[in-house]
Structures are given as C-alpha cells and as structure tokens.
C-alpha cells in the first residue's frame, strides 16, 4: 500500500497532458513527414540560425548523443545543413536548407493548429494562469534534482 494515492499526485497529471500533447503533434506532423523532436529542432533552428548541436539539445530538452541523431536524421533528408564555425573547427554550426525551411512551414503551421486548439479550450486569464502553474511546477522540479 502507498502512503500517496495516485489522485493526488500533481505529476501524474502533467505527464498526461504532456503524453496527449506529444501524441496530437506527431498525428499532426506525420503529413510534414517529422516527429515531434525534429520538429523542436527545426522551430529552434529558425529562431537560432548557426546553433551548435550542444545547445540546441539544451533548448529541445534532450541529451547531445540524442540531439546528433535528430540532426543525422535531418541532414540524411536535405533539411539542414551542417558546417565548421569560423573559428572552433570543433563545433558544426547548423541551418535549415531551403528544403528545410519548406518543412518546417508545413510543420509549423500544423503544430500552431494544435497549440490554438488547445488553448480554445481555456479563457485568457486561464491561459495565463496555466502558464504560471506550469512554470511553478519546472521552477520547483528544477530545485530537487
């Protein structure tokens, strides 16, 4: 027996919500032909032009040996392109290829349909609430590890 129900753990419940969200996206992206990760790499890719595998691993939230299989994946596809930084021969900087910058327009504007559905279902002020919740609850996670 547990000294903690499952109902009452706040944990349960985000993962959830986190588990329906990644499986609307991939059902959404499957047409743009990406998952859910490359697509987290294109859209930091858009915003982060020349950014090194390491850090965008950070950004997306998973490790580096993760990150190069993603962008092995991706640069297999004609998505990206990777080449040496000017100065740390050492570090690949990556960008979108053209064709890149095609998927992820057709990704992007799939993964926008999700996001805008998702939060039809809450008022403005919900929605802000929601954001400060969640960021209370990566805020406190962040300080027990």
């Not at 805008?116 to 919900?126: M, P, S």
């Amino acid at each position: 027996m547990t000294s903690m129900p499952a109902a009452e753990r706040i944990g349960s419940y985000v993962k959830r919500a986190e588990q329906a969200l990644n499986a609307a996206k991939n059902a959404a992206l499957k047409p743009a032909g990406v998952t859910v990760s490359q697509y987290a790499a294109l859209l930091f890719l858009t915003e982060n032009p020349g950014i090194s595998a390491a850090a965008l691993a950070r950004l997306c939230g998973v490790t580096p040996p993760t990150m190069n299989t993603i962008l092995t994946n991706l640069q297999d596809r004609g998505l990206i392109e990777r080449t040496p930084h000017a100065w740390h021969k050492n570090i690949l900087e990556t960008r979108l290829t053209e064709q890149g910058e095609t998927v992820m327009k057709d990704a992007d504007a799939r993964a926008i349909h999700v996001e805008r559905t998702l939060a039809q279902e809450f008022t403005a002020d919900e929605r802000e609430t929601l954001q400060d919740l969640l960021t209370r609850v990566a805020d406190r996670l962040d300080t027990i590890r």
